[in-house]
């Protein structure tokens, strides 16, 4: 369908970014799923050589189904390049990601990196975050807590049901729960990401505030390039 489409196209365009030699983090999502699909066709065309640690094991099992090179965590690691989506694109480049429950090292990945590169359809931009719940990552044991303080934030947080195994909870590949948090409007994402960051339990959040370098966002047949 039409956003398909243009997240094959952002995820095209994103290929330009990649040079030989890159160490490249692999974001998670279908976005990122078709640059690492494009990735893979291009290595195995002997046009570049890269190597990649993925956010996910999702996008590790695709990454490695599509030959690419994968390094393992290790000190001093750092990616010339990691490409992913989001769930929203907001002013100055600011997202909320974790829709695929990623975020943990999806984040990791993004503060580890010379250059973040987000790709997205034309969906993802928004005038002001927070249409798109805001995942969290919770410690099990905290969890009730975590529920109390962030209601007493103005969230609204709900439990992300496992799609298969529901209603048992959906858990990260770490083995934390996965909290959606909906709020009327998110006018201080700054202040919320500290809010946050303040509450034990609370392993990660999906507000990823002045990470993306860059974002190539799909418009039909028009490809925007936004910078913060
Ligand atoms: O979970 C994530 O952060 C993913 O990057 C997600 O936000 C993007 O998912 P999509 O590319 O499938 O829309």
């Known amino acids: ?40 066709q291009t290595l195995r065309g002997g046009q570049l050589q890269i190597q990649a640690t993925a956010t996910s094991l999702a996008t590790e099992a695709l990454a490695r189904r599509a030959g690419i090179p994968l390094l393992e965590p290790r000190r001093g690691l750092r990616f ?34 010379d250059y973040l590169l987000i790709i ?12 798109f719940p805001l995942p969290l990552e919770v410690v099990p044991f905290a969890l009730p807590w975590v529920l109390d303080t962030v209601a007493l934030l103005g969230g609204n947080p709900k439990l992300r049901l496992d799609k298969k195994k529901a209603p048992q909870p959906a858990h990260s590949d770490q083995g934390n729960i996965l909290v959606d ?11 919320l990401a500290l809010q946050l960051q303040d509450i034990p339990g609370i392993v990660e959040h999906g507000l990823f505030l002045g990470l993306a370098s860059a974002a190539i966002v799909a418009e039909g047949d028009q490809l925007l390039l936004l910078r913060p």
């Open 181 to 191: 948090c909906h709020f009327k409007s998110l006018p201080d994402p700054n202040q």
């Open 120 to 131: 997205a359809d034309s969906s993802k931009l928004v005038p002001q975050l927070g249409q």
């Open 1 to 40: 369908d039409r956003l398909d489409k243009e997240k094959q196209r952002a995820a095209a365009q994103a290929l330009r970014w990649v040079r030989d030699g890159m160490l490249v983090g692999l974001g998670s999502g279908s976005t990122a799923a078709y640059f690492i699909q494009l990735l893979g």
């Open 80 to 113: 010339d390049l990691t490409v992913d989506g989001a769930d929203e694109i907001g002013p100055r480049l600011t997202l909320i990601k974790g829709g695929g429950g990623a975020l943990l090292r999806e984040k990791v990945l993004a503060t580890s990196s």
